[in-house]
């Protein structure tokens, strides 16, 4: 993308979001950093009490009430001494009348939609509750149940997305507020970090975290020294096995467990400032599956296979945990985040974006065959054999440089059994027959290559391109797979990682590997799938940005995945409850071209 287009993307969003920001609320925010503050300070009193350097303290504390520059301090304590959590829970209120304010076009103007599910999505369109009636609700029983927040650019329609969430920098910090430090992040490979000490930086919008692998196992920490929070591990990666993580400030030094081993000049502080549990590194979530360490910040967040148990079960018999990475390439992508998940959310849109690929597609290839009565007309064989081989033609197509989405080996074990496999004629027996013989001859090829292949056949088809809430993907078709990751970079910016994962012979020594240099997204070395859906993605967000372009119409049978995982994204700007969010989460877990559901909330 040209710097003027940059630019250009940048004037609109500013405009556009000029013109639908509703006025701010500063009472509202001066109220809750008052809160905050007051909570701090409490809790520090309460502390302090507790020790006798503490006692020192609230002595000093004391005497400070005579000086004008303690009197700030102390009225902040007695503020919360008195602050409880009904007032805090009213402080909060004009947030959501700020919100109420907003109009959401979308609703006022969706009209019904013809479609066979139309009963389904009806049922799916609740109205927006109103926060008066939701408080009044919930005061009567008496009910903790956190009241929901409005949710600006809402999707209400569930074929319908509000096109601002694609760049209105207040819906975008809402994400960065309620999404990113909830949700489960794919944070890094696991051989990444092979040796005890090795370690990788995990950095989502402005947070740093530092994934290690210690003699205890996989553990994560805020990448912030407890001194005065310089980040004590830099340069992305590393080995802290003899050294531990030194701050380069003042030298304080930690292990790998996390633990402050060494604070220069320890006497300088008071022993209050010298716990030995608040210097140490601060523990972040982390759980493993699939070969990856997922993080997240939240400690009151859903495990993670209670969130991703249906793309877990997915790919949990084709041994997933054991694919390495074959090589790693990054986008620096101009586009909102969600946008460039969506390119891959469906194939409705290869009859045109991928020509090649069209061309050479065939029905009955499997769940997910785009060409099928619903998008296009179907294409037709004489004979078993010529359906092998338009299906070894599709291979060559899609596999062009996606590594392990489909490999070299997979078309060469096809291209040896072709003329051997005995195929009936009858196309509806054929494609089965083939299936089975090419998955059975893969599964033997790589076993005698001493590959620990699962057995294609035994675990069954699954589907070509599958999705992980909220930013993975993985592609599997016969054994190996593809994998995507994708971060926001700023409401209008993202970067967008494509993973070829291979199965290797056992013992096969693999170099580390490295977060790739972010190439642009028209670079010559984009396979050229990629490089065919990037080359829309700059269009469509300039496109989102004109006039009296409101909302995105989604095929509810083939984009109702976009649809899915956009409703989960409210439910997390809302402040939907962490149980409702894990089963909404696996509603999301899905392959491509799935039809819009219910979420359950
Ligand atoms: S900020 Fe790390 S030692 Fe001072
Ligand atoms: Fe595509």
């Not at 409101?550 to 700007?573: C, P, T, W």
């Amino acid at each position: 993308m040209a710097d003027a287009d940059v630019v250009r993307v940048k004037a609109k969003k500013g405009k556009a979001a000029a013109k639908g920001k509703p006025a701010k609320a500063p009472a509202r925010t001066k109220t809750l950093k008052t809160s905050t503050k007051a909570k701090a300070a409490k809790a520090h009193v309460k502390t302090a009490a507790k020790s006798k350097a503490g006692k020192t303290l609230i002595k000093a504390i004391r005497t400070a009430t005579k000086a004008k520059a303690g009197k700030g301090v102390i009225k902040a304590i007695k503020a919360a001494t008195k602050a409880k959590a009904p007032a805090r829970a009213k402080a909060a209120k004009p947030k959501v009348a700020k919100a109420s304010a907003k109009p959401l076009k979308t609703p006022a103007k969706a009209k019904p939609a013809k479609a066979p599910a139309k009963a389904k999505i009806k049922a799916l369109k609740a109205p927006v509750r109103s926060k008066s009636s939701k408080t009044t609700a919930n005061a009567r029983a008496g009910s903790r149940k956190p009241v929901l927040r409005d949710v600006p650019f809402k999707v209400t329609n569930p074929e319908r997305i509000p096109v601002q969430r694609y760049y209105d920098q207040e819906f975008y910090d809402l994400e960065c507020k309620y999404l990113w430090p909830k949700v489960w992040q794919m944070a890094a490979r696991l051989e990444e970090i092979p040796q005890v000490g090795d370690w990788v930086e995990y950095k989502i919008l402005e947070k740093s975290i530092i994934v290690i692998r210690t003699k205890s196992g996989v553990k994560a920490f805020h990448n912030a020294c407890r001194h005065r929070g310089v980040e004590v591990a830099s340069g992305g990666h590393g080995n802290c096995a003899t050294t531990g993580f030194i701050c380069p400030f003042h030298g304080w030094r930690y292990d790998m467990e996390g633990k402050n081993t060494f604070v220069f000049n320890r006497q300088i502080f008071s022993p209050a400032q010298l716990d030995q549990a608040e210097l140490n590194l601060k523990p972040c979530r982390l759980e493993e599956w699939g070969g990856c360490a997922f993080i997240n910040f939240d400690d009151d967040a859903a495990p993670l296979l209670e969130c991703i148990k249906p793309f877990a079960d997915m790919h949990d018999p084709r041994k997933v945990e054991n694919l390495k990475v074959e090589w790693w390439l990054s986008c620096d992508l101009p586009t909102n985040w969600k946008l460039a998940m969506e390119a891959f959310q469906e194939g409705y849109h290869v009859m045109r974006t991928h020509p090649q690929l069209h061309a050479v597609n065939i029905p009955n290839k499997g769940p997910h065959s785009y060409n099928d009565p619903l998008v296009g007309k179907p294409r037709t064989f004489a004979s078993g054999k010529e359906f092998a081989e338009a299906f070894i033609a599709n291979m060559k197509v899609l596999g062009e440089g996606m590594g392990g989405m489909i490999v070299e080996t997979d078309i060469a074990v096809a291209e040896r059994i072709v003329d051997k496999v005995a195929l009936s004629d009858d196309m509806n027996v054929a494609p089965q027959e083939w299936m089975l013989a090419l998955n059975d001859a893969i599964t033997k090829d790589a076993r005698a290559r001493k590959i620990d292949m699962p057995d294609l056949n035994e675990i069954g088809p699954v589907g070509p391109d599958n999705y992980c809430f909220p930013h993975y993907f993985l592609l599997p078709q016969y054994g190996n797979m593809s994998s995507y990751r994708i971060r926001p970079m700023g409401p209008e910016r993202c970067l967008f990682e494509l993973y070829s994962l291979r199965f290797y012979p056992e013992g096969t020594e693999r170099p580390i590997p490295r977060a790739p240099e972010p190439m642009p997204p028209d670079d010559p070395r984009w396979p050229p799938i990629p490089i065919q859906d990037f080359s829309n993605l700059p269009k469509q967000q300039l496109g989102l940005h004109a006039e009296g372009f409101e909302y995105m119409r989604l095929s509810h049978a083939k984009e109702g995945l976009i649809s899915n995982y956009h409703r989960v994204i409210d439910g997390f700007l809302a402040g939907v409850d962490t149980e409702t969010l894990a089963k909404g989460i696996q509603v999301t877990c899905t392959p491509l071209d799935e039809a819009v559901h219910d979420l359950g909330f």
